[in-house]
């Protein structure tokens, strides 16, 4: 298993705005993901953060305005830029174990005003 | 693009009554899993069921997959109001990358 830490959990940002969200695992993991979930929605795959080089982004998701780092196997941010009331959601980390089971971190509720 | 479709999108049921959800699927799938997600939270893992696995339990968790028809199913028997939850299922595609789509949900209310 693997318990993973998000911090902020809540924040209310000002548009315009940044924000880098943080996550912690407690041990090392080769896959970390960013998904997004929108209001009332399901789970949407923003990118894959590898480590030691940029991340993989889905269809739909640029790096210019969701800059992903991955300095280690434990840790990687994931910042919303340029902030506008349409990146209200949860941002959840998760990673994926050897027996290919998800771990979320318990997400970032982002509203912006 | 959403990978599962699940139904029902919400189900109300009374306390001690089962609880079926199903999910469909488009591609191919290396396996296949389930997870509750309560009121906005973390999503939780219930369980994974791999692709030559045609059903699975877990204590009140019963989780069957028929691959030819690229569908599953979650029973929750006698439920409790701790149950009340969204429900996703998630699946990974056969190629291996471990991305994982997730479906559409079912919002699940037990009624006491």
């Known amino acids: 298993s693997a318990v993973i830490s998000q911090k902020p959990s809540r924040d209310i940002c000002q548009r315009g705005t940044s924000l880098t969200i943080q996550c912690q695992v407690d041990?090392?993991?080769?896959?970390m993901f960013w998904y997004r979930q929108q209001p009332g929605q399901s789970l949407t795959l923003i990118a894959t953060?590898?480590?030691?080089?940029?991340?993989?982004?889905e269809s739909g998701f640029v790096i210019d305005k969701f800059p992903i780092s991955r300095p280690n196997l434990t840790f990687s941010t994931l910042t919303v830029s340029n902030m506008s009331p349409e990146d209200s959601s949860i941002y959840l980390c998760?990673?994926?174990?050897?027996?290919?089971?998800?771990?979320f971190g318990e997400g970032s509720w982002l509203t912006v005003v | 693009s959403q990978q599962g479709e699940e139904d029902p999108q919400a189900l109300s049921i009374q306390e001690g009554e089962n609880a079926t959800m199903n999910c469909s699927y488009k591609?191919?799938?290396?396996?296949l899993q389930w997870y509750r997600q309560n009121s906005g939270r973390g999503l939780v893992h219930l369980i994974l069921?791999?692709?030559?696995?045609r059903e699975k339990h877990s204590g009140r968790l019963r989780v069957t997959l028929d691959t030819s028809k690229k569908s599953s199913s979650l029973l929750i028997t006698a439920s409790g109001a701790a149950d009340t939850a969204s429900y996703f299922c998630?699946?990974?595609?056969?190629?291996?990358?471990?991305?994982?789509?997730f479906g559409t949900g079912t919002r699940l209310k037990v009624l006491a």
């Open positions: 998760s990673v994926v174990t050897s027996g290919n089971t998800i771990y």
């Open positions: 041990s090392q993991v080769t896959m």
């Open positions: 953060a590898n480590q030691g080089s940029e991340a993989t982004y």
């Open positions: 591609t191919s799938i290396n396996n």
């Open positions: 069921i791999r692709s030559n696995e």
């Open positions: 998630a699946t990974a595609t056969a190629s291996g990358t471990y991305k994982y789509i």
